[in-house]
């Protein structure tokens, strides 16, 4: 059939093999530590911090303040990857929220989630940065203008058919571009803060000077500067999409997560002041591009280097963008919540390629028709109220289900932190300005149960579409995998 019938067990207890007594195929554990770090660091490490600073600034109102933000969204990003932590211990398999939300709470919830999350949330937030990518990587052909929507566009879409090769070829390919982009946009963000290290030793300290004057305390104006300063910590999961392909999962999972975000909060903060040192506040608010405006004013000619380091950050991210993202898709496909081809992998590459093409072709369509700046806070909305059922997840196991084995454990206030965080991130916005927008993600969430019912619940499967299936595996050279759970 087009869509996997699943045997409904206690899945937190056991997992059936389908395929006991049969050789097994799956995608193969290629993510160690190292890897781990980069694929968290490589992805959370995007556009955001090169554009994102002066919106937190404009939101709240000065720079103490806005720093403080920043600092309060890295230990939110932390306390949030450590619950998560302790979730890909006790169900040790890939899918993220996906399969937490599926483990937990049942396959309703579960397919909605993966339903947004497919066709909305992913292929949109990787349009975004592949779109970001594009403004930095063609802005010097276009001295003192704006670059031309077409070239835009056409740029980022060529930006994402080289990651859908890259990671439809091998997955140490795309973990080894991973690496590598990592390592390029950690060299950059570290020529940024000795630069504002230096400004700050010659004494260009003045906007740090009565740095609390003007805060804004209003909740939605909070709320919205969240947003901004979270867009450049999402990511922070993305390790938990890859179980199943990571070496030792138990021990890679929390080390890579405990050495990766610490290290992105701290470089978030010390770039901050560097911007902050270069240049006022209000040069800072009335800045396009905050990082290029820096570089003008503290490397001079030299200052092309900083949108060559943006185009390759942003390419870096949205590589571990696309490579988790992916893998919502194949793992939803394959507990039946999708169509079947979907759960496949390619037979010599060992990578979920028809899952990879889908959120391309989805990612594409965004494109099209979507602007960068468009999508922030509509993405975090959506990110926030799916972590905040996540998390309440946790809470449940750590209360009711206490003997679960599991590697780590977080302590119990860690969680409920992070899902006050969670009610107050989706509430806010609503509370303080209410937009028709919100309404409409609400309706496009729910119009999942358009489809839920038939196709998963009574299991009403056309048979066109199984020869359709058919013909699709023939032609990408895919067949069926079974989980690893270790």
């Given at each position: 059939?087009?869509?996997?019938?699943?045997?409904?067990?206690?899945?937190?207890?056991?997992?059936?093999?389908l395929s006991e007594g049969k050789e097994k195929f799956r995608l193969k554990q290629e993510v160690g530590l190292i890897s781990g770090v980069s694929l968290i660091a490589g992805t959370m490490i995007g556009s955001?911090?090169?554009?994102?600073?002066?919106?937190?600034?404009?939101?709240?109102?000065?720079?103490?303040?806005?720093?403080?933000?920043?600092?309060?969204?890295?230990?939110?990003?932390?306390?949030g990857a450590l619950s998560y932590a302790e979730l890909g211990t006790i169900i040790k398999e890939s899918g993220g929220e996906y399969i937490y939300i599926l483990r937990i709470f049942g396959s309703f919830p579960a397919?909605?989630?993966?339903?947004?999350?497919?066709?909305?949330?992913?292929?949109?937030?990787?349009?975004?940065?592949?779109?970001?990518?594009?403004?930095?990587?063609?802005?010097?052909?276009?001295?003192?203008?704006?670059?031309?929507q077409v070239a835009v566009k056409c740029t980022a879409a060529a930006c994402i058919?080289?990651?859908?090769?890259?990671?439809?070829?091998?997955?140490?390919?795309?973990?080894?571009?991973?690496?590598?982009?990592?390592?390029?946009?950690?060299?950059?963000?570290?020529?940024?803060?000795?630069?504002?290290?230096?400004?700050?030793?010659?004494?260009?300290?003045?906007?740090?000077?009565?740095?609390?004057?003007?805060?804004?305390?209003g909740i939605g104006a909070v709320g919205v500067a969240f947003y901004q300063g979270l867009w450049s910590y999402d990511g922070w999961n993305n390790l938990n999409y890859v179980t199943e392909e990571l070496k030792k999962p138990e021990v890679t999972l929390p080390r890579a997560l405990m050495i990766a975000i610490p290290l992105v909060t701290c470089l978030y903060?010390?770039?901050?002041?560097?911007?902050?040192?270069?240049?006022?506040?209000?040069?800072l608010l009335s800045s396009g591009a905050v990082a290029v405006t820096w570089g003008d004013k503290v490397l001079g000619s030299w200052a092309w280097l900083i949108s060559l380091s943006v185009a390759l950050s942003t390419f870096g991210s949205s590589n571990g963008t696309f490579f988790s993202g992916g893998r919502v898709c194949y793992i939803a496909?394959?507990?039946?919540?999708?169509?079947?081809?979907?759960?496949?992998?390619?037979?010599?590459?060992?990578?979920?390629?028809?899952?990879?093409?889908?959120?391309?072709?989805?990612?594409?369509?965004?494109?099209?028709?979507?602007?960068?700046?468009?999508?922030?806070?509509?993405?975090?909305?959506?990110?926030?109220?799916?972590?905040?059922?996540?998390?309440?997840?946790?809470?449940?196991?750590?209360?009711?289900?206490?003997e679960l084995p599991r590697s780590y454990k977080v302590p119990i206030i860690i969680p409920i932190i992070v899902l006050m965080a969670a009610v107050y991130l989706v509430l806010a916005p609503i509370i303080d300005q209410p937009q028709i927008e919100i309404l409409y993600i609400v309706l496009f969430i729910f119009s999942g149960i358009i489809f839920y019912f038939p196709l998963v619940r009574f299991k009403y499967h056309p048979r066109f579409l199984q020869r359709v299936t058919l013909h699709l595996q023939l032609l990408l050279e895919v067949a069926p995998t079974t989980k690893d759970t270790n």
């Open positions: 059939s087009t869509m996997r019938e699943r045997k409904t067990t206690d899945p937190l207890h056991s997992s059936t093999d955001g911090i090169f554009m994102s600073p002066e919106w937190v600034l404009h939101h709240m109102g000065n720079p103490a303040s806005s720093l403080l933000i920043w600092a309060a969204c890295g230990l939110l990003a932390m306390f397919f909605l989630f993966a339903y947004t999350s497919v066709i909305l949330v992913r292929p949109a937030g990787l349009a975004a940065v592949c779109l970001s990518f594009a403004e930095y990587a063609i802005a010097p052909f276009y001295p003192g203008c704006s670059s031309p058919l080289i990651l859908t090769i890259i990671n439809c070829l091998n997955v140490r390919l795309a973990t080894s571009v991973m690496n590598i982009f990592t390592a390029a946009k950690l060299l950059a963000l570290l020529v940024i803060v000795v630069g504002g290290l230096v400004l700050l030793a010659k004494g260009q300290t003045q906007s740090f000077q009565n740095g609390f004057q003007g805060t804004s305390a903060l010390l770039v901050n002041v560097s911007y902050l040192a270069a240049m006022t506040p209000s040069e496909a394959r507990e039946g919540h999708m169509p079947d081809i979907l759960s496949m992998a390619h037979v010599r590459c060992l990578t979920p390629s028809p899952a990879l093409l889908f959120t391309s072709a989805m990612s594409l369509i965004m494109i099209v028709s979507g602007s960068f700046t468009s999508i922030v806070n509509f993405f975090s909305f959506m990110a926030w109220l799916f972590y905040g059922m996540t998390i309440s997840g946790l809470l449940y196991l750590k209360i009711k289900k206490p």
